[in-house]
């Protein structure tokens, strides 16, 4: 019996014959008892009663060809498979590359005939308003319309916006380069034919069962690229900024259910908790004005006003306190102070403030008074080390030759790095090398370099 052949007008793209191995051409026979794969033969290994392990003359067949009308008297099958691959390779509408590639039928034919039987059929218009029609009955209990993502833009290859966009191509819905994208060089060897063994058929069904994993894994992160709008990653980013501080941070912890519930349940459940927020902020807001005995919102403007304020003195009384915690030298800190005041006054101050160094420091005055200077230098208390990044890497050797220097372990840790890796570099180490090295006081620099030398960290040149 007939049947519609698959293969194209090219004859190096059909399969070969299993008798005398040539492409095969229209009509072939196919055996109806073989396969799979499908046992094909020409009309001249058949005629000749060719057998094969399995098949035997005597099988019943089917005669393939396509050399029979469909739709239209004047067209086979075969015609009309290849006017649908020549419009499917030249475009709709360029009738006469299809006629070229077609060579049975000039250019109005193929407009007409593909006009009416494809495009004007009732039979397909009905069939697509059939489908159509299902899709929006599907559709039509859904709640609240989702539109997952506007149209993306469409960048320039190898542009910026590219890059941002993983390499998107909007045109084709695909990206330059895939997730797991190599997943097609694992078939690219893979062929089935009868002399394989059942362990390694087997095994073969196994690599392409693989390779179909893989295939819908990437499906289903394209999905979800597509479903919640992540191809234009900036305006999702910017829509994720609208939120409180503490709104983002539940959005990026419930970013990775995102993939199990669909994109209209996730931003239900993210607006429905901003606003839980917002009200939970307004309520504590009214209760607080509760407490304070407020009872109109004049009041509780004021309220506001005089809370921001008080606010402002507690930062800057805590920012003080900071500064006086790692600075114990209080009369250095009250003569500062002092002299901060007169300034603030138009007085000129004549209050010299005393450096960590020992040496006295003046500030700009505003009128050209000289200033006086101490009758005597007071020397500085020992540094405290308590809560200084880097004390837990010294030992207590390091922690006294800190406090009495005044230096800050982070600091230290930094120039005796500077110094052991310049003394490994030239297999000893001067003192002046040293100052140069550490931009910091003399004595200190001498007292770094003697206790780094007293404790065998650098030689002495």
């Excluded at 003569?335 to 603030?344: E, F, G, K």
Aim: hydrophobic share 35%; net charge neutral; with cysteine.
């Amino acid at each position: 019996m007939d049947r519609l052949g698959s293969f194209s007008n090219d004859p190096f793209d059909n399969p070969p014959c299993r008798g005398c191995s040539s492409y095969l051409m229209e009509p072939y026979i196919k055996c109806a008892e073989c396969g799979p794969p499908p046992f094909l033969l020409c009309l001249q290994c058949f005629t000749r009663g060719f057998e094969y392990k399995k098949h035997q003359s005597d099988h019943t067949y089917e005669i393939m060809t396509s050399d029979f009308p469909v739709l239209d008297p004047s067209w086979t099958a075969q015609e009309e498979m290849a006017l649908l691959e020549a419009v499917m390779d030249c475009g709709f509408g360029n009738w006469q590359d299809v006629a070229n590639q077609m060579c049975t039928k000039t250019k109005e034919e193929c407009e007409k005939h593909y006009m009416k039987h494809f495009i004007n059929n009732p039979l397909f218009a009905s069939t697509l308003l059939n489908l159509k029609q299902a899709e929006e009955a599907k559709t039509a209990d859904t709640a609240i319309p989702f539109q997952s993502t506007d149209d993306p833009p469409r960048p320039a290859f190898d542009s910026l916006l590219s890059r941002d966009m993983a390499g998107y191509m909007p045109a084709r819905a695909d990206f330059i380069e895939e997730f797991d994208n190599y997943a097609e060089w694992d078939l690219r060897d893979i062929d089935f034919v009868e002399d394989d063994s059942d362990i390694l058929h087997a095994l073969k069904i196994a690599v392409v069962d693989i390779y179909h994993s893989r295939l819908k894994e990437r499906q289903r992160r394209k999905k979800i690229i597509r479903d919640h709008g992540l191809i234009n990653l900036k305006k999702f980013q910017l829509m994720e900024r609208r939120y409180p501080k503490e709104v983002q941070d539940l959005y990026e912890t419930m970013r990775r259910f995102a993939r199990i519930v669909g994109p209209v349940e996730h931003d239900k459940f993210i607006e429905s908790y901003a606003l839980e927020f917002e009200l939970r902020r307004e309520i504590k807001r009214l209760q607080e004005y509760r407490t304070a005995g407020i009872t109109n919102f004049c009041s509780a403007r004021a309220y506001d006003h005089l809370k921001k304020t008080r606010e402002e003195e507690r930062l800057k009384r805590t920012m003080l306190s900071e500064v006086l915690q790692y600075i114990q030298d209080s009369s250095a800190c009250q003569q500062w102070l002092r002299r901060q005041a007169d300034i603030d006054s138009g007085l000129s101050p004549s209050v010299p403030v005393a450096s960590n160094s020992g040496d006295t420091a003046h500030l700009p005055t505003k009128k050209n008074v000289p200033c006086q200077k101490p009758k005597g230098r007071r020397s500085a208390p020992p540094l405290n080390l308590t809560g200084l990044p880097g004390t837990e890497k010294l030992n207590e050797k390091e922690k006294e030759l800190c406090q009495m220097v005044r230096l800050v372990p982070g600091a230290y840790l930094e120039y005796k790095s500077a110094l052991v890796n310049e003394c490994n570099k030239q297999g000893s180490l001067r003192l002046a090398q040293a100052r140069a090295l550490i931009k910091i006081d003399v004595n200190k620099t001498r007292k770094i370099y003697d206790f780094l030398i007293r404790e065998g960290y650098i030689t002495k040149a």
